[in-house]
T-cell receptor
């Protein structure tokens, strides 16, 4: 079974530029999460999807961040324009919507550097 | 709001036993998870406790006391490959689908 796939793995951009991250969750996983992880800290939830519906985006900075999950499978997270403080690892995770919904599977992440 | 506390660093030698504690304060609580993350890698699921008591999975065990808002991860027979960061995460929110992660504990296993 393939794991959670993310691309790109690394991205370096100048501030004020746009950037997008892509995530393909494990097949059959209804729930998809986007997290941001700063160096030396735990992941922080940005947005959670149940199928194609964003059920919790309360932590997403909506002035510059946007996300979508078309057809309830792949998801894209976008930042426009990027700021220096956005430098972090962006992690995508997925889980089943059943009795094991507490077990999240994480992708390798996209390491973003804003210069 | 929610807050979790973990020791920032723990050091132990190969073959030893180490315990990583986690205390939490949340407005709602469904369970406590533990994840392992090697440098540059993805967090991987280790265990989950919804009820009080000890859950054992091989060399790793996890404990939860809901009345004390406290849990711990116990690693036995430490190996060099166990050197990593360990995160506790509280499951809360509507229908228990949101996870709030702790700051992480960096474990160093020495030969």
């Amino acid at each position: 079974e393939a794991g959670v796939v993310q691309s790109p793995r690394y991205k370096i951009i100048e501030k004020k530029q746009p950037v997008a991250f892509w995530c393909n969750p494990i097949s059959g996983h209804n729930t998809l999460y986007w997290y941001r992880q700063n160096l030396g800290q735990g992941p922080e939830l940005l947005i959670r999807y149940e199928n194609e519906e964003a059920v919790d985006d309360s932590q997403l900075p909506k002035d510059r961040f946007s996300a979508e999950r078309l057809k309830g499978v792949d998801s894209t997270l976008k930042i426009q324009p990027a700021e220096l403080g956005d430098s972090a690892v962006y992690l995508c995770a997925s889980s089943l919507a059943d009795t094991r919904s507490y077990e999240q599977y994480f992708g390798p992440g996209t390491r973003l550097t804003v210069t | 709001g929610q807050s979790l506390e973990q020791p920032s660093e723990v050091t132990a030698v190969e073959g030893a036993i180490v315990q990583i504690n986690c205390t939490y304060q949340t407005s709602g609580f469904y369970g406590l998870s533990w994840y392992q993350q090697h440098d540059g890698g993805a967090p991987t699921f280790l265990s989950y406790n919804a009820l009080d008591g000890l859950e054992e999975t091989g060399r790793f065990s996890s404990f939860l006391s809901r009345s004390d808002s406290y849990g711990y991860l116990l690693l036995q027979e430490l190996q060099m490959k166990d050197s990593a960061s360990y995160f506790c995460a509280v499951r809360d929110g509507n229908y228990g689908q949101n996870f709030v992660f702790g700051p992480g504990t960096r474990l160093s296993v020495l030969p």
